[in-house]
């Protein structure tokens, strides 16, 4: 090999291997950092479709848990709503964030079997703090939402 030839080849392999390189590690970058944003997003996104899927949940039962103080339960048609909304739930929601949906759900069946309530009994009970039936349900919603934001 002739010995004037070898420097410039040199040069030239130093130079495509350069580039090489560097497109590589450009494309290593773009692609992990479009798979984190990816992966943000999705997270994202389920964390606001859980917090409607729950406000939603909590809407309903708070309307029903009101309705079973004043009443019995005449049309459990009326349930449709609530358990609908457990069976989401039970779909993306935590083992711990369902089985709070669940016994909120069996304390509003048990509320409407009761007699209707008067507003003695309610202010009696809001005394002794047994009033939030949905308070074992938030508290499980929120530490579910605090180990989604940790995750994003």
């Not at 389920?46 to 103080?69: M, P």
Request: hydrophobic share 40%.
């Amino acid at each position: 090999m002739d010995p004037t030839i070898q420097p410039a080849l040199i040069t030239a392999l130093a130079a495509v291997m350069g580039s090489l390189v560097g497109g590589l590690a450009s494309f290593a970058t773009t692609f992990f950092t479009q798979r984190y944003q990816a992966r943000r997003d999705l997270l994202s996104r389920d964390a606001a479709n859980r917090e409607e899927l729950y406000s939603q949940f909590i809407k309903e039962a708070a309307n029903l848990y009101i309705d079973s103080l004043g009443r019995t339960l005449e049309n459990p048609a009326s349930l449709i709503g609530m358990y609908s909304l457990v069976g989401r739930i039970r779909l993306i929601g935590t083992d711990k964030v369902l089985f709070a949906a669940e016994k909120v759900a069996d304390s509003i069946v048990v509320s409407y079997s009761r007699p209707p309530t008067t507003f003695e009994d309610v202010y009696k009970l809001a005394r002794e703090g047994h009033v939030d039936p949905l308070k074992e349900f938030t508290e499980a919603c929120r530490e579910e939402r605090q180990v989604m934001l940790k995750r994003v």
